[in-house]
């Protein structure tokens, strides 16, 4: 993973990440698939995107079709050759306040 960045708005958490390739993103995936889980059972999750070259962006529609997400190929004649993709998604968590917090 390049890197990642939270942001917060009312209830909802964005996360967007960087990866070299669809392989790390795969990877990663596979390590938190358990916190994932455990996520959704506490927020909804509300949209994932995948952003990077079609041909990784090809190589990801089968193991994340269950996420549902929507892809954005970058455009342009060095599209193939530009490796760094990004997959982002937000959450709807009931009780969140604003400072990111949550109401216990």
């Known amino acids: 993973m390049n890197g990642y960045k939270f942001t917060v708005n ?3 958490i964005f996360c967007r990440e960087g990866y070299t ?8 995936l596979n ?3 358990a916190l994932l889980a455990a996520m959704l059972t506490m927020a ?4 994932i995107e995948a952003h990077g070259p079609a041909t990784e962006l090809e190589k990801l529609k089968k193991p994340l ?9 970058v455009s342009g004649s060095d599209s193939n ?7 982002s998604f937000a959450t709807r968590l ?7 917090t949550t109401d216990n």
Not at 81 to 87: G, H, L
Not at 94 to 100: H, K, R, S, V, Y
Request: proline share 2%.
């Open 94 to 100: 009931e009780g969140l306040q604003d400072n990111g």
């Open 44 to 47: 909804d999750l509300t949209r």
């Open 10 to 12: 009312g209830d909802e």
């Open 81 to 87: 050759s530009e490796k760094v993709i990004a997959k």
């Open 65 to 73: 079709a269950h996420l549902n997400p929507a892809w954005f190929a």
């Open 31 to 33: 390590n938190v698939g």
């Open 21 to 28: 390739d669809a392989q790390n993103i795969l990877a990663h």
